[in-house]
């Protein structure tokens, strides 16, 4: 069950359909991968309080000045979350923060591993203190090991656990990109959240989850990894293509390319007989099997080159879609944000941020039965005054640990 402390503040706020209302979550948390762990629990109803530092916030908040002069980074990941700024090297900022997790259910720090313990909110304490919370350490490398205490942003991460050797073409290794190891991480945070929550409501004990960038994408890495321990084969870098199916690439039309992907030997047959109207290319000696086409890969490639270049990407890609051939037109953002298949499905949205509403994205959990939270993107500090106050501060307790700099609220104040 939640803490009664914070479900009167629930009960206005957020609708009890919502899978996590009543649930509050606190976060000293920064950038992206634990960033985006909370802001899917906020999605899900949950109550979350972030804790940033007094006058600069989450350092995420100053990558950019894309959004009306907000960070994108930010303001994609911060939605529905409460930001109180906190002095914490502080005592008295650092009493503030305990208070917050005292009535919380989850705490969630993404803090340099032994940094949190430092300020007083290492697990163990915590958990002596409460055996029914919740808490998740997020890190780079984990909290054990040689590269413990290492710098771990994600293009590093990507390299060391050899992400950027299977992503690229031949020539050229490279990070995805999108931080695939920080999202890993905090999909995975949140994914403990969910199941610690579960098991508390069965056996009353909270959880203490440790989840590292390093750990998420060495399981991402999953079937290239069995290739190197079994088959003594690094996979190679393939750009569009693929190193076990062929043909699949991004392949030229009249006006541009469109790429397709044959999975299997069925998949061949329906493309050079419905879509290219060859079939002579079915038992083609080097073509007709999905090791043979791999095996000569180019001159399969070539094949369907030609092929393809006979009509437009749009009437190749309806032509592709009668066959019932997997087929997908080669989009930049600008496609991604016109894509009829959004439009189509009312994806879109208006959330509010201290410089007016932006258009957002639903959560790609969708529920038949609710539309899932989308919360205003914070100030920073723009919930210090009255998160205090909800934990017992006075008036004159607030004005004194803002005037000393402990407490951060919004300039506009």
Request: net charge negative; aromatic share 6%.
């Amino acid at each position: 069950m939640a803490r009664t402390l914070c479900c009167a503040a629930m009960s206005a706020a957020t609708p009890p359909s919502l899978p996590l209302a009543g649930i509050t979550v606190v976060a000293l948390e920064q950038a992206v991968a634990a960033p985006i762990a909370t802001r899917h629990l906020a999605d899900l109803g949950a109550r979350v309080i972030k804790i940033e530092r007094v006058g600069e916030g989450d350092f995420a908040r100053h990558y950019d000045g894309a959004v009306h002069g907000l960070a994108s980074h930010f303001v994609w990941l911060n939605r529905g979350k409460e930001s109180v700024a906190l002095d914490l090297k502080s005592e008295d900022g650092r009493a503030v923060a305990r208070a917050l997790v005292s009535g919380a259910d989850v705490f969630l720090q993404n803090l340099a591993p032994g940094a949190a313990a430092r300020l007083g909110l290492g697990a163990e304490a915590l958990r002596a203190a409460d055996p029914r919370l919740v808490v998740v350490n997020m890190s780079g490398y984990g909290t054990a090991g040689p590269r413990r205490d290492r710098k771990a942003y994600d293009m590093l991460i990507q390299a060391e656990t050899g992400l950027v050797s299977v992503t690229g073409t031949p020539e050229t290794a490279t990070k995805t990109g999108v931080p695939a190891s920080d999202i890993a991480a905090g999909l995975y945070a949140s994914q403990s959240v969910l199941s610690a929550l579960f098991r508390r409501e069965r056996t009353g004990e909270g959880a203490t989850v440790e989840v590292s960038m390093f750990d998420a994408t060495a399981e991402w890495l999953g079937h290239q990894m069995y290739m190197q321990l079994y088959a003594g084969r690094q996979v190679p870098r393939m750009g569009l293509s693929h190193a076990a199916i062929a043909p699949y690439d991004a392949f030229p039309t009249k006006d541009g390319q469109i790429l397709i992907g044959v999975q299997n030997d069925r998949g061949w047959q329906d493309l050079v007989t419905k879509v290219f109207d060859r079939p002579d290319l079915v038992d083609h000696p080097r073509l007709r099997t999905n090791v043979l086409r791999v095996e000569h890969r180019e001159e399969c490639d070539a094949v369907v080159a030609t092929e393809s270049q006979k009509w437009s990407t749009a009437e190749l890609d309806a032509r592709l879609a009668e066959a019932g051939v997997p087929a997908a037109q080669v989009n930049d953002l600008q496609g991604l944000i016109d894509h009829p298949q959004l439009s189509a499905r009312d994806r879109w949205r208006e959330v509010e941020t201290p410089v007016g509403p932006v258009r957002a994205i639903l959560p790609p959990m969708t529920f038949t039965d609710v539309e899932l939270a989308m919360g205003a993107v914070p100030d920073l500090g723009e919930h210090s005054v009255e998160l205090l106050a909800e934990f017992g501060y006075s008036t004159e307790d607030v004005e004194r640990l803002v005037a000393e700099g402990v407490v951060g609220r919004p300039k506009t104040d």
